[in-house]
């Protein structure tokens, strides 16, 4: 495939997300890119910001790094008033606080308003960002075993990064291949630097060391099949080190569970019954119950063994999550 056709298919991709991103959820994140612009002020924000590009990128977000930014700062400041102006009537109109203070509130609600919307818009990125670490972990598997085929069939370092580009969608590593892409192909950047700079934007060290050894390759003109064929053997024995560590887990998890919600509740039935018998004798022991052993079995079998099976399943689904989907 000539390097044009290559070149259009990613225009062609490139094109698409864009009027993707254009569509009625992120248009709001561009009417506060275009006041931005009007205002003069992109620039100053995209600067301001900067340590939060690599989060935005990284985080799988539809929207580019300098409209969520010019969109994180503009839009609290239209949402702070109608939480302000709330304020006001409430406490003027319905508490009939003193005018001092309903303005001191209603100053101090578009502050907290504002402060509140900047920081979750500011925090949510960088959350995202986090989530992505597992993904990209079980990413790698597949990535390393498709580059050591285009590796033995001879294909080139750019048409195999275009390849990589295509399977990552399915894979969730399509931000920071993604960027790689557009920063080569359309922009015309340095293969080598791209990759290197994309590898410090990733959550996952993994992954940054995947896309490190790839410039590394590609910089010193070796096979892409000996890199490959490492890294998909390191992967592989990586996930099944995570694997027997979770059945392990679930192993001793379930030995938890007949404990708790079987073994238990019998000895203690049994032993509130053994008591409930003895009468008067077992009192003189100074052996009683705090309540009957009818009300103790129905505290057991309608609310303790059922906590304690929801707990058991938010366990199970937490320690399965780590190596869901290999």
Request: aromatic share 12%; net charge neutral.
């Amino acid at each position: 495939m000539s390097t044009k056709v290559v070149l259009e298919e990613i225009l062609a991709k490139y094109e698409r997300k864009k009027k993707k991103e254009l569509e009625a959820p992120s248009q709001i994140f561009y009417i506060m890119y275009r006041i931005a612009k009007e205002l003069g002020i992109e620039r100053t924000l995209e600067k301001s910001f900067k340590s939060l590009e690599k989060y935005i990128i990284g985080s799988a977000l539809k929207v580019s790094y300098p409209v969520y930014v010019s969109t994180m700062v503009l839009l609290p400041l239209f949402i702070a008033p109608i939480i302000a102006a709330f304020t006001f009537f409430v406490t003027f109109y319905v508490l009939y606080l003193p005018v001092p203070m309903v303005f001191a509130l209603t100053f101090l609600s578009f502050v907290l308003g504002y402060a509140i919307l900047f920081m979750l818009f500011y925090m949510i990125p960088i959350m995202m960002f986090s989530s992505r670490a597992p993904q990209l972990e079980k990413s790698l598997v597949v990535l390393y075993a498709y580059l050591a085929a285009l590796g033995v069939s001879g294909t080139t370092y750019s048409e195999a990064l275009r390849k990589l580009y295509e399977k990552s969608e399915s894979l969730g590593a399509e931000p920071e291949l993604g960027e790689v892409v557009k920063r080569v192909f359309i922009l015309g950047e340095d293969i080598v630097e791209v990759l290197k700079e994309v590898a410090e934007m990733t959550p996952h060290r993994d992954f940054s060391n995947f896309l490190r050894g790839l410039a590394n390759v590609i910089e010193s003109g070796t096979g892409l099949e000996n890199f490959a064929d490492v890294g998909f053997e390191t992967s592989m024995a990586s996930m099944e080190a995570k694997m027997k560590e979770v059945m392990g887990a679930l192993e001793i998890m379930s030995e938890m569970y007949v404990t708790g919600a079987a073994v238990m509740p019998i000895l203690g039935l049994s032993f509130a019954v053994v008591l409930s018998t003895m009468g008067p004798a077992a009192q003189s022991f100074g052996l009683s119950l705090p309540v009957p052993p009818g009300l103790l079995a129905g505290l057991m079998a309608f609310l303790a063994i059922p906590l304690l099976s929801i707990f058991a399943i938010l366990m199970v689904d937490g320690t399965l999550s780590r190596v869901r989907g290999w």
